[in-house]
């Protein structure tokens, strides 16, 4: 379902994530012309120049294709419900954290119902310290206490699922995921959704409802997910920006040195 976009996060962040859900969703299918310029903005609520820059960033991305004269369409190759969009934004540059998420997606909701069906009263309490830490420093924030706790919820919850492959696996999933948090430099409000999450994952593990747990942890990563991809979108093309400017910069110097065959 097309939402209103939200703010305060930069808008083009948020249209390039809202579309690249739909797609995931299947609302847009592999080879699907999207809605015409206009109607897409009305849809979102947001200005065509704003759609206009997310729809060029996810082009650059490999997301979807424009054809000349006759709208855009999502990329074939786009797997519904199963590529990670972030994925195939990095692809191209070999960055490891794309494949990473893919990763996650595959384990982590699963890693979380398990938890719902075997975490033990110990269990429950190290998850719990986990989140009281995390609303204290929701209140108190200290450096790198927001992402070091966060890392500590996803493994405690593999520690629940009664799992040593899945502690390990998460466990290298952190590693990796530290040394690539240039990806991830949240807000005050991101770090607050976390914890909610967190708070509503733990809810369906305390509660013993592993489906529950298992959506929750979905939606939790598709969430982060999300941000991390509008972040990096915007970043691909700010630098395609830079270096169109650069190159009408060049030529035009070029030009100017150019002899004037008219004297």
Request: aromatic share 4%.
């Amino acid at each position: 379902m097309v939402e209103p976009i939200r703010r305060p996060r930069r808008l083009s962040q948020q249209i390039a994530a809202q579309l690249c859900q739909l797609i995931r969703e299947g609302h847009y299918r592999p080879g699907d012309r999207l809605p015409a310029e206009r109607d897409l903005a009305e849809q979102l609520q947001v200005s065509r120049a704003s759609l206009r820059e997310a729809l060029r960033g996810l082009e650059i991305a490999g997301i979807v294709e424009s054809h000349h004269g006759g709208g855009t369409y999502v990329r074939n190759g786009f797997v519904q419900g199963l590529i990670s969009p972030l994925a195939l934004v990095l692809e191209a540059s070999g960055d490891l954290i794309g494949d990473l998420w893919e990763v996650r997606l595959m384990v982590e909701p699963d890693v979380a119902a398990l938890a719902a069906l075997r975490a033990t009263p110990t269990d429950m309490a190290t998850l719990e310290e986990v989140l009281r830490q995390q609303a204290e420093d929701l209140d108190h924030p200290v450096p790198q206490r927001a992402p070091n706790l966060d890392r500590q919820f996803h493994v405690a919850l593999a520690q629940a699922s009664g799992n040593e492959v899945a502690v390990q696996v998460i466990q290298l999933i952190n590693r990796v995921l530290q040394e690539g948090r240039r990806h991830y430099h949240a807000s005050p409000q991101r770090h607050l959704r976390a914890y909610q999450m967190h708070q509503e994952i733990l809810d369906a593990v305390r509660a013993r409802q592993p489906d529950e747990a298992r959506d929750k942890m979905l939606q939790h990563l598709r969430e982060v997910e999300s941000f991390i991809l509008g972040s990096v979108v915007e970043a691909n093309t700010h630098r395609t920006h830079r270096t169109e400017r650069h190159a009408r910069s060049g030529s035009s110097v070029r030009r100017r040195r150019e002899p004037d065959l008219t004297e």
